[in-house]
């Protein structure tokens, strides 16, 4: 046994280290936060610019790489870089590097320092070294500072610096491609259908996709304008398509390729003076591995789930973004929800990493992530649930600086009680509400997850051995949670909105009941009592977005409640499939008809048609039906609770860092196979089950519990569902 | 006279938004702080470039300009950015800007927020809006957030945002050259002496400049290698000489000027495979004003003063640099000097802002500036200074954000006694030791320097009204002060090098004591045992740098001892213009010999001859012998207090903001001319003087004191020098 462990954990160091391959290298975080708000820049609004609204923060500028190297015998490298770059090698060898080749030098032997000093203000500096044995991986140094000159944090004086760290990479393996001319690859994909009409041309390429609209033997001195729409009647609405651009006739007759990518399933094209043979589109995407799969014996089920699955696909690009169409950004809040979805469908650490590092940016902090308190929060979560479903310490310990200097911000702005509120600056975002909401003063939703970034920090710190910081965050843990008691109203069985001046509001709305029961911070008995006072409750205002009810129906499955929560994926997001939809919205409110439903924030096509955080039955089915979450760290512990919910049967994969967890469940067989780690499926029957390798535990009442290894072999569970 | 004073106080109002012209305008300090790396990344080293070795800050890549403008008729305004960039005004007028020419749009009748976004990583965001009445300026608002966004500095509330301030500018006032693009002039220079020699050609142009150098008719197939010399020696040494560069020549016979500007007095040019048919120079060099002029019976010390002058004049660029051919890098220490400098000569206010905000960088703070910790606190004193010298308050509000975070950084690096020491990654510099010294511990010359910084932050919260910052910082002065009498020793008359365990160390240097003289931080009788003790005393390591005779002379001068003075400056000064010195150098050793002058850092040319600290004497001459220097800010008052120092007579011109100071001495006449503000002319007569306008006041024995209005009319004198 203890064997097979050891085996697991160099797989998990080995996987920590993945990108540890010869690569390029930069400031961890640096590229990541460049190439993401190079994504979010992008975005316009019916021909317009739309740059965040949010500060962007730069990179360092002036970067040092540095290996120390103990070479047998003097061993040439190729240097590439990106930006202006000096290569010191000791005292006596310093060369310039060449801006447009790789700079040749060979080095003694015997023990050398490698510097490479890169300046680049346009793009982040990198470099890639190319040798028989040395080669540019995370084990370079990095840092903006001379390694004698690198001062202490003296607000963390315990803590690793965030200014000398292992450099930064993200699979970008090409030595001939730098980092900034990184772009997602295209594919070809032709439309289904062509529509002749007054004054234009209206192509259907038959679902929710992105790309760049190609011409074939463009040809013509004049224009061409190109509407784009999500629907038939956004492409054709020159007055309110939300997305549109024109572009002059290049000169000569040639294939054509615009510009701009965009979302779009329809594209009407109005050409003035342009005449073209044809139009096709070049598909982008994110090359991610489609490691999930989920069937059941309900093929409305299927769709949703391959519908979430298309939706979570179109909106992993650059970084994971809220909407194709609109805003096209990273948002801390959707950002979030990707993550957790992708765990349960791509497992792409990559746009995982450079989606936290975008959100966050650079140093001071002097304002929220996106500008939201909450969003703030949501990011100290969402790195646990990285470490949690990746075991990637390594990176943990990179971003764990970011995650101090974005805590003092937040704890500098704690009232005299040591909780938070929404202060000058400060947008207490939440959800978008239908009705009038009080948000000022102590809202019970920041509370808890400022606690829960708390209990992040000091489950951190404490990760990476950093006590005395670890028992800091424990103690306000214990504080912010003593104090979470003051929300509960014990008439109305429910945590109300908000606090003033020491007095409870008789505002209630789900959202901090909701996250309460989740994150266990209400005990059982308020758990059942919020489920029927709150959450079940028609007189507490219902949620609009998906983007809670993804918390809603987790809170409810985490109370057992997946026939409730399977009703209401087919009611609501099979309600979107009848309406046609080829990916999930970003809101969809079942009581509207016709073009009504493309409407929001009153423009007739505000509406994003393909939203992330639409796509949440993805996860929620990994998670709560199929039941597969890690117990430990990077799956080296995991939990399997199959629950049917009603179906007869559903068969699915769940990745894991390096290998899956496939479950078979019907009313009277559960069969898992696992790859890697070590685990428990845990079920309830009627009868005394039986179990083909290893042996039954009873746990509780018809609750029974079975170890799993991740040797490969199938389970195999013959019970009798309740 | 309250109208007079009226009249000057709008004058210096005028003054300090004198760059309020229609004008480029940026977030202030990013475009200086980039700029001025741009010239110090501009270094090298026998062809190697050298970036700076201290941390480069960034700048903000994303900025949104605003104006608020009431309209009485519709205005057309043109837009000139750097960067993409959005213009919005009101909800409905939204326009994409041109990058290549500018946007123009017009603007409706009525209240408009016109707000300009730009986005920019490679160079500095920066607009240029001109209309008819709506044009840039200093009264437009630059922050990175949106302003509902804009958030409190919770460590200082009641201070200023730094991250919503008017936009910064500097006289970049043609739209169509970006200040991406500024150069410094150049103006076309011949040599005044060729050599052919074995191998090349030396060309000498009679004195140390700086600039490009420029062939006449080049042709060849070949390269050209320049090698530059401060002296014929080190052009002619291929193997030291410290600056050198090839450049292919280019196809086809032109006029070819070299990619790179460079100090020289000498270039030896070999040219393989090329010829040419002459070689000039293009002198490049800062415009500034020669606002000062000195003259006296002395025709050295004129001689002293001129190659002061332009000493000064070639260590002007875009910042105030150390010397001229190496490093070439702004540095705080030889920058404060340089600023001094400056008030007795060009009075150039951009120059001297450009380089505060160079050294100066943007947060966070993770080292000190140049990573050098005297250099954090004199970068406070410079600050003063140039608000002392120039009156420009609405400079001192923009700094005053980084002087917070800068002082921030320091406090949270005291000792537990609240003193000062060098910590990981600082370095404590002082000076060039030509013996060991121990620099561990409380060095009580950080002492001094921290304790001015901390009355310099006092002085700059009070002069803004944040009172309880100013508060803050004056009960920290009074601590530290009343730390300061620990250092001393009464048995030795001196202030004691450092202090370790609470025990004063044996080790003395002229450092400490010469500041706490100058600065006051010692009573009268301690000045005079100083004086003795250690200035005079042969005994106390002499100091080896003219950077720290700068302070030395100063000591000197503000005990009274011009005449010592004068004689120190014929002899040290006066001895480098025997060696044919053109400008003064970075170090000088009279016991040296030949080319030994030369050397430095164990290389044959390692010294620099032309060093902004080596031109001390303009400041001194000025300020302790002219005896001018502004008693309110901005010369609103000032104090004259003339001293022959040994010398019959001199004549001189001091600059003040908007005008000047002359100021004619003799033994027996004082003549003065001011042109704004009031003052005081303070003198020694052993009779009774008289005065042809206003009235002697006797002040003390032979002290008299006579009150200068700046109305431009001549205060004549007479008296008899003691």
Same mark, same amino acid.
């Given at each position: &046994?203890?064997? *097979? ?52 923060? !730069? ?42 080749? =790789? ?43 001379? +390694? %004698?000159?690198?001062?202490? !944090? &003296? ?9 000398? &760290? ?12 730098? =980092?900034?001319? /990184? ?49 038939? #009647? ?83 690009? #650059? ?7 609109? $805003? ?13 979805? +992708?765990?349960?469908? /791509? ?37 646990? $649930? ?11 310990? %990179? ?28 947008? *207490? ?72 001046? @020491? ?10 009941? &909701? /996250? ?20 079940? +409750? ?21 109370? @057992? ?6 009703? #209401? ?57 199929? @039941? ?5 760290? @990077? ?79 199938? *389970? ?7």
């Amino acid at each position: &046994m203890k064997r *097979v462990k050891l085996i697991f954990l160099l797989v998990i160091i080995y996987s920590s280290f993945s990108s540890s391959a010869q690569t390029w290298v930069w400031f961890p975080g640096d590229y990541e936060n460049w190439l993401g708000n190079q994504m979010n820049n992008r975005r316009t609004e019916r021909g317009i610019d739309v740059p965040v609204q949010w500060k962007l923060d !730069n990179h360092e500028p002036l970067m040092i790489f540095t290996k120390e190297v103990n070479l047998e015998k003097p061993e040439e490298i190729e240097v590439y870089a990106e930006g202006e770059y000096v290569i010191r090698a000791g005292w006596r060898l310093r060369v310039n590097g060449n801006k447009n080749r =790789p700079t040749r030098i060979t080095l003694p032997v015997g023990k050398n320092v490698i510097e490479i000093k890169v300046v680049n203000y346009a793009t982040v500096p990198a470099i890639y070294v190319k040798g028989n044995t040395i080669k540019t991986d995370t084990s370079w140094m990095a840092s903006p500072l001379e +390694n %004698q000159r690198i001062t202490v !944090n &003296m607000k963390h004086p315990d803590s690793p610096s965030g200014y000398y &760290m292992n450099a930064g990479s993200g699979n970008l393996n090409d030595p001939n491609v730098k =980092p900034s001319k /990184f772009k997602l690859p295209t594919t070809p994909m032709g439309y289904v259908e062509l529509k002749e009409m007054a004054g234009g041309k209206l192509y259907d390429f038959g679902k929710e996709t992105f790309g760049f609209v190609k011409f074939h033997n463009l040809i013509g001195t004049g224009k061409i304008k190109l509407q784009y729409g999500e629907t038939a #009647e956004e492409a054709l609405d020159s007055e309110h398509c939300e997305t549109f651009r024109t572009y002059d006739v290049p000169k000569g007759k040639a294939d054509y390729i615009v510009a701009h990518s965009n979302s779009l399933r329809y594209v009407f094209i109005v050409a003035e003076n342009a005449q073209f043979d044809d139009v096709s589109l070049l598909y982008e995407y994110s090359p991610v591995e489609y490691r999930a799969s989920f069937k059941c014996n309900d093929d409305e089920l299927n769709k949703i789930w391959e519908v979430g699955r298309y939706t979570l696909q179109l909106t992993t690009r #650059e970084v994971f973004i809220d909407g194709i169409k609109r $805003d096209r950004w990273a948002w801390s809040g959707d950002a979030l929800q990707s993550y957790l979805m +992708n765990y349960y469908m /791509f497992f792409d650490k990559e746009t995982t990493k450079r989606t936290m590092y975008t959100l966050r940016g650079n140093d001071p902090v002097i304002c929220h992530l996106n500008n939201i308190l909450d969003y703030s929060f949501y990011w100290f979560i969402g790195v646990y $649930d990285y470490y949690l479903y990746t075991g990637d310490k390594h990176f943990l310990r %990179q971003i764990y600086p970011k995650m101090e200097s974005l805590m003092d911000f937040i704890l500098e702005r704690r009232n005299e009680r040591g909780l938070v509120e929404g202060l000058k600056g400060d947008w *207490v975002y939440i959800d978008w509400f239908d009705h009038d909401v009080d948000i000022t003063g102590e809202v019970s939703f920041e509370q808890i997850v400022f606690c829960k970034s708390l209990e992040t920090m000091a489950t951190c710190a404490d990760i990476l051995g950093i006590d005395r910081e670890a028992e800091k965050y424990e103690k306000l843990v214990n504080d912010v949670k003593s104090k979470l008691g003051d929300f509960w109203d014990e008439e109305k069985h429910a945590i109300v909105f908000n606090r003033k001046n @020491g007095e409870n509001s008789e505002q209630i709305t789900k959202h901090a009941n &909701m /996250f309460a029961v989740f994150y266990d911070y209400v005990s059982e008995k308020q758990k059942e009592q919020i489920k029927n006072a709150v959450i079940l +409750n028609p007189k507490i205002p219902a949620i609009s977005t998906p983007y809670m009810r993804f918390y809603e129906l987790e809170a409810m499955c985490s109370l @057992g409640e997946q026939d409730y929560v399977l009703n #209401e994926m087919k009611d609501y997001w099979g309600g979107m499939l009848k309406l046609g939809a080829t990916s999930f919205w970003e809101k969809y409110n079942p009581e509207q008809t016709g073009l009504e439903h493309y409407t929001m924030y009153g423009r007739p096509y505000g509406k994003s048609l393909c939203h992330a955080w639409g796509a949440s039955p993805v996860y929620l089915l990994g998670k709560y039906f199929v @039941g597969v979450k890690p117990t430990k760290p @990077g799956y080296e512990e995991f939990e399997i609770r199959p629950v049917l919910g009603g179906l007869e049967w559903f068969e699915s994969r769940v990745p894991t860092p390096n290998g899956n967890i496939d479950v078979y469940a019907a009313k009277k067989e559960i069969r898992v196979t696992a790859t890697e780690g070590e685990g428990y499926i845990i079920f309830n029957s009627t009868s005394l089950p039986k179990v083909n390798i290893g042996k039954i535990e009873k746990i509780g009442e018809h609750e029974f519990k079975v170890k799993i290894i991740g040797d490969g072999l199938e *389970v195999k569970i013959e019970y009798e569902t309740i």
